[in-house]
């Protein structure tokens, strides 16, 4: 269980790191940095597919674990919160500003 919490944890790191290298393809950028700073801290390939499966399946809706579930539950902390409104507007203009907004 405890390397289980640790893949969720690095999820949970790299969730959003994909966006720093290609806006337009997060998975593959978030792939890239796990490939390489992941390795440098200990962790093995097992531990690099395991991190990016779960971030994978948070975002495509497929939850094969209460892991995934977790991550995808995570993705919308903002939802509630009293500057929800403020928050989605940001994500507008930020989705505008990259050409994503419909």
């Excluded at 700073?37 to 991190?51: E, K, L, S, W």
Aim: hydrophobic share 35%; proline share 2%.
């Amino acid at each position: 269980m405890l390397m289980r919490s640790c893949h969720l944890k690095l999820a949970a790191i790299f969730l959003f790191t994909g966006y720093i290298s290609d806006y337009s393809k997060p998975m593959e950028g978030r792939s890239g940095w796990l490939k390489r700073c992941v390795p440098r801290h200990g962790f093995n390939q097992d531990n690099v597919d395991a991190t990016r499966r779960i971030i994978r399946n948070s975002f495509s809706g497929k939850h094969e674990t209460i892991l995934d579930k977790v991550l995808h539950d995570a993705r919308y902390d903002y939802l509630g919160r009293v500057d929800y409104v403020k928050l989605t507007e940001n994500l507008r203009s930020e989705l505008a500003a990259h050409g994503s907004y419909l």
